[in-house]
């Protein structure tokens, strides 16, 4: 990129003219001051290596009616700045050649705006990048921020998600540096990692908070910058990649406190988990790690962190441990050496934390070997076209171009190791076909013809079928390109296997449903202890008064009766802890409270509470999963009868449940709306923000997970519902679902 020499600069004389030619030759710029237009001419015939003029406003009517001084601009090729006291100055009308507006209202900000203004200018090499329409919509649709800087931290380069983080256009941000966008401290952070990753000639790692200029939300990111290097093996700038990591940080702590599904969910993770004592010994991993490293479960629980290392590498993983223990995290990376000697790059993290008052440092370790090669590429690579094409083909995400006829265009290697098929077999496929079955076509339609020009991207999920048969969910964010006319080109699909995250959901929610019947328990077997014996009883009745037929069929009745009770008992109690099938039927609301009532209604009695149900007659049917809003209302249940118990050890007047629902209009839809009310000691204004977060609990810890609340709001949300409470602290709390009646939009 070519770089600012001589500085031709028209001056008035005036003290501002003076101080901004005082304030670049200080910058060490060549500065050439004349201060008439005669002069100009002669000027650019003695100095043939200016590189930009700068005109004071009072020259501007003489310089545009000198041809000369055009001819020998244009010859050049010179950017030419004119310096007003403000844009008003610039008559609309006025015949201005191949002139720039700066405002000098300081002589600091005069030369920051020049200096921006000729980057623009020179800005031919990496424009070449941007001509490649293909691959520049590739990088667009990357749910990471990208962006590329010079060695002064000017940026290059930015994509639409990075747009998002500034508020501002890519055109407005080119040019320019983070003190433009962000706050002196963000910008200097910002800055200061840029030199860590230019210093190191290597690519470097950090986690920040970003906070997105467009909508004011945060999300805690993951940040790899990478040196760029000229032909010479110079260092010319940065490229950067944050990932949004704020999912993988909450599934963390997620995984460190699930108890009953702890190792499930442990295992499911892609990277290496580990859980170490502070004296190095290992107290968790998971199946990953064994995978990886090649030893057995017997010997990982043998070894010690540090035998895992490179010898070169050793040091930094043991700073690592005693900065994770002192100061409560760290992150490092190295090699990891495997039994077979095989030795991977990894980037380790380490958080510590408590259980029962002992330390432990829990961590992933996520293989970054397509960093390396990626940084290898940099290194060696000159062009530009070839570094975004082995972004593609390289990613670890999944991504394939298909048209609009149904054919497949080119798919990178994760896509197709995702879906079994090689690219020449896709080719010769329709995506709307082979990949998808029928009863995902019309959904899929419609999503898809919701883009528009405009609104090029769209979001949904559904499933995908290998090529083996295998049926598997996906989550796509698929990009429309259109050509000048409006017309749509192709799709750009983003794909990712959220198969573990499905299982996950799953198995959350049956925890919850175990938790629930073994609540249960001592009531059912109560319920069904009554009716045996009542057919005990009756039953010696019958042998003692054969001979009177009217009593023979009175006690006959009973026992059929008592026999009914314990089959509705039992039908209601397996119909609740069985697995369910994903489907939604019309259902009424009074059908889902009775059969949740007849399986703690006697628990509640026992514990002397006082059940009152207040229900709307004629309530209208919900489209739901019944099952589903059965386990909230008995989430809700169970936990009204934890806080009446612990407010009430006895009876008590106020020790009552209050089961109500009724129907209510809204933006002229019809909805019902059910509650459970207790008088125990309500929630604490301090901990209400935290109620429907997962692994929250004010209970003992054998006493919930946590999850019972965070699960209930995930089931209404899934049924378009709302789900909220209201509470006064040491009196009340009532919390209320919100259901659309009859059928709801997909």
């Not at 129907?663 to 002229?668: A, H, I, P, Y």
Request: hydrophobic letters at 35%; charged letters at 25%.
């Amino acid at each position: 990129m070519n770089t600012i020499k001589t500085i031709l600069l028209v001056s008035s004389n005036s003290k501002a003219d003076l101080e901004i030619e005082s304030k670049l030759k200080s910058l060490g710029y060549e500065v050439f001051s004349v201060d008439s237009i005669l002069t100009v001419s002669k000027a650019l015939k003695n100095f043939t290596d200016i590189s930009i003029v700068l005109i004071d406003i009072q020259f501007l009517s003489a310089w545009n009616e000198d041809k000369e001084i055009h001819s020998a601009v244009a010859k050049q090729n010179l950017p030419v700045l004119c310096m007003v006291e403000s844009e008003s100055d610039i008559d609309d009308n006025s015949d201005s050649h191949n002139f720039s507006i700066i405002e000098k209202s300081s002589s600091s900000l005069v030369i920051n705006q020049m200096i921006s203004m000729t980057y623009r200018l020179n800005l031919s090499d990496f424009n070449r990048i941007k001509s490649q329409n293909f691959l520049t919509s590739l990088l667009e649709i990357l749910p990471d921020l990208v962006w590329a800087k010079d060695i002064n931290g000017i940026y290059l380069f930015c994509n639409i998600r990075f747009e998002n983080f500034f508020g501002a256009k890519k055109a407005e941000i080119i040019g320019k540096t983070d003190y433009d966008f962000t706050d002196k401290e963000t910008a200097a952070l910002f800055r200061k990692n840029d030199e860590i990753a230019i210093e190191a000639g290597k690519p470097s790692i950090n986690e920040e908070i970003l906070t997105f200029a467009n909508d004011g939300h945060k999300e805690h990111c993951e940040t790899i910058k990478v040196p760029l290097y000229d032909i010479n093996g110079k260092v010319y700038g940065v490229v950067g990649i944050a990932r949004d990591i704020t999912d993988r940080k909450k599934n963390e702590k997620k995984l460190t406190e699930e108890k009953d599904h702890s190792r499930e969910l442990i295992n499911s993770l892609p990277g290496l988990y580990y859980q170490i004592r502070a004296d190095g010994k290992f107290i968790a991993w998971n199946k990953e790690f064994e995978n990886v490293s090649g030893y057995s479960s017997q010997e990982v629980s043998l070894m010690n962190p540090i035998e895992f290392i490179v010898d070169k590498d050793k040091k930094s993983i043991k700073l690592g441990i005693n900065k994770a223990f002192s100061d409560g995290y760290s992150e490092t990376a190295a090699l990891f050496l495997s039994k077979d000697g095989t030795k991977t790059p990894y980037y380790f993290n380490a958080t510590k934390i408590i259980i029962d008052s002992v330390s432990y440092i829990i961590g992933m370790g996520v293989d970054i070997s397509a960093l390396k090669n990626t940084e290898k590429t940099l290194l060696k690579t000159m062009g530009r076209e070839q570094f975004l094409a082995d972004i593609y083909r390289k990613s670890p995400v999944a991504i394939a171009i298909a048209y609009p006829d149904g054919s497949f265009g080119e798919s990178n290697e994760e896509f197709i190791k995702m879906t079994g098929y090689t690219n020449e077999e896709l080719r010769n496929l329709s995506w709307t076909n082979v990949l998808t079955s029928s009863k995902w076509h019309e959904f899929e339609q419609k999503k898809l013809g919701q883009m528009t020009a405009e609104n090029k991207v769209v979001k949904y999920e559904k499933e995908y079928i290998k090529k083996d048969g295998t049926v598997f969910p996906v989550s796509l964010s698929v990009m429309g390109n259109f050509n000048d006319d409006g017309v749509l080109s192709y799709y750009i699909g983003y794909i990712q296997d959220i198969s573990g995250r499905k299982i996950m959901e799953a198995d959350l929610r049956n925890s919850q449903k175990l938790k629930a019947i073994g609540t249960l328990a001592s009531g059912v077997a109560h319920e069904i202890n009554n009716p045996i014996n009542g057919i005990m009883n009756y039953s010696q009745l019958i042998l003692d008064e054969s001979e009177n037929n009217e009593s023979f069929q009175q006690y006959a009745q009973e026992i059929i009766n008592e026999t009914d009770r314990v089959a509705e008992i039992v039908k209601n109690l397996l119909l609740f802890s069985r697995e369910e099938v994903a489907q939604y039927s019309l259902v009424h609301i009074e059908e889902i409270i009775e059969k949740t009532l007849s399986l703690i209604r006697t628990i509640i009695k026992r514990d002397q509470i006082t059940l009152d149900l207040n229900l709307e007659k004629n309530l209208p049917t919900i489209l739901c999963r019944d099952q589903q809003i059965q386990q909230v209302l008995m989430n809700l249940l169970t936990n009204a009868r934890d806080a009446l118990n612990e407010k009430y050890e006895g009876y008590d007047k106020n020790k009552k449940i209050i089961v109500s629902c009724k129907t209510f209009n809204k933006e002229n839809k019809d909805w019902i709306r059910f509650s459970v009310k207790d008088f125990g000691n309500g929630i604490s204004s301090k901990i209400s923000g935290d109620i429907f977060n997962p692994f929250f609990t004010t209970k003992r810890a054998d006493s919930g997970t946590g999850l019972g609340l965070s699960i209930s709001y995930s089931i209404i949300k899934e049924h378009n519902g709302n789900f909220y409470f209201t509470t006064e602290e040491g009196k009340f709390c009532e919390f209320c679902v919100e259901l659309p009646s009859g059928n709801f939009d997909d």
